[in-house]
C-alpha cells in the first residue's frame, strides 16, 4: 500500500459526458502528478500540482483539467468524454519540498476509467 | 527532447534465470533520475529500483540491478533468479525536469516479461 488513494477504483460511462476523478496524497506529499495510461499512447504524464498550484502541464486534452485542494487532495475531471479516453488514470504524489531534489513518487491504485 | 526507448515489447525467461530489459534514454540535462516499474496485471504500479546520473556505482535493490552505462546512455533492469510473480509488464522512467520546474516521469512503452515455471 504506497499511501497515495484513488476513488473510484472503476468508473464505466457514455460518451459526452463528464467524470471526476479522486486522488488523495500520502500524508505530508505537497505534490500531485496525474498520469494516463491507455493501450494506444502508453503511459504519459498529464498535470502536476504542487501545493495547491499548478506547475507542470503534459498532454493534458481542454476538455480535461485539475485542481489541488487546501487539503491537498486532487481532482481530475474529464468532460465531454470520448471512446478514446478510456484508459488507466494514476495519480502519484510526492514530497517535493525542494525542487531540485528528486523525491520518489508513489502511485495510487489507478481509476480504471471505460467510455462506451 | 526527452526520450525513453524500451525495444523488447516482450520476453520470456525460466524461472531462476536471470533476465535483462533494455533501455535507452535520451536527454540533454546533465543531471537526470531513471527508474524501473512494474506493473502486474492487477494494474498497480510499483517502484523497483532508481538511479541517478552523477551515481558512480549500479543501483541495487535485492533480486533487481540496474546496468548504467552512462555513455551509451542504457539503463539496463537485470533481474536474478526469475520467480513466477515477476511475471508483470516493466517500464523504464526518466525525471523529466523541464527547466527545473517538476520532477514528472517520462515513460518507456514497457516489456511484458513472462516467467515459465
Known amino acids: 500500500d504506497s499511501g497515495v488513494t484513488q476513488t473510484p477504483k472503476h468508473l464505466i460511462t457514455a460518451t459526452g459526458q463528464r467524470v471526476t476523478l479522486r486522488c488523495s496524497p500520502r500524508?505530508?506529499?505537497?505534490?500531485v502528478y496525474w498520469y494516463q495510461q491507455s493501450l494506444d499512447q502508453g503511459l504519459q504524464f498529464l498535470i502536476q500540482?504542487?501545493?495547491?498550484?499548478?506547475?507542470a502541464k503534459g498532454n493534458i486534452l481542454e476538455r480535461f483539467s485539475a485542481q489541488q485542494f487546501p487539503d491537498l487532495h486532487s481532482e481530475l475531471n474529464l468532460s465531454s468524454l470520448e471512446l478514446g479516453d478510456s484508459a488507466l488514470y494514476f495519480c502519484?504524489?510526492?514530497?517535493?519540498?525542494?525542487?531540485?531534489?528528486?523525491?520518489?513518487?508513489?502511485f495510487g491504485p489507478g481509476t480504471r476509467l471505460t467510455v462506451l | 527532447a526527452q526520450k525513453i526507448t524500451q525495444t523488447q515489447p516482450g520476453m520470456f525467461v525460466q524461472e531462476k534465470e536471470a533476465v535483462t530489459l533494455d533501455c535507452t534514454y535520451d536527454t540533454s540535462d546533465q543531471s537526470y533520475g531513471l527508474f524501473w516499474y512494474k506493473q502486474p496485471s492487477s494494474g498497480e504500479m510499483i517502484f523497483l529500483i532508481y538511479q541517478g546520473s552523477y551515481d558512480e556505482q549500479n543501483a541495487t535493490e535485492g533480486r533487481y540491478s540496474l546496468n548504467f552505462q552512462k555513455a551509451r546512455k542504457s539503463a539496463n533492469l537485470v533481474i536474478s533468479a526469475s520467480q513466477l510473480g515477476d511475471s508483470a509488464m516493466y517500464f523504464c522512467?526518466?525525471?523529466?525536469?523541464?527547466?527545473?520546474?517538476?520532477?514528472?516521469?517520462?515513460f518507456g512503452t514497457g516489456t511484458l516479461l513472462a516467467v515459465q515455471p
Open positions: 522512467a526518466m525525471r523529466a525536469r523541464d527547466g527545473g520546474a517538476t520532477n514528472k516521469l517520462i
Open positions: 502519484a504524489s510526492s514530497v517535493d519540498w525542494d525542487r531540485d531534489v528528486y523525491n520518489e513518487q508513489f
Open positions: 500524508s505530508g506529499d505537497l505534490s
Open positions: 500540482y504542487y501545493n495547491g498550484e499548478e506547475r
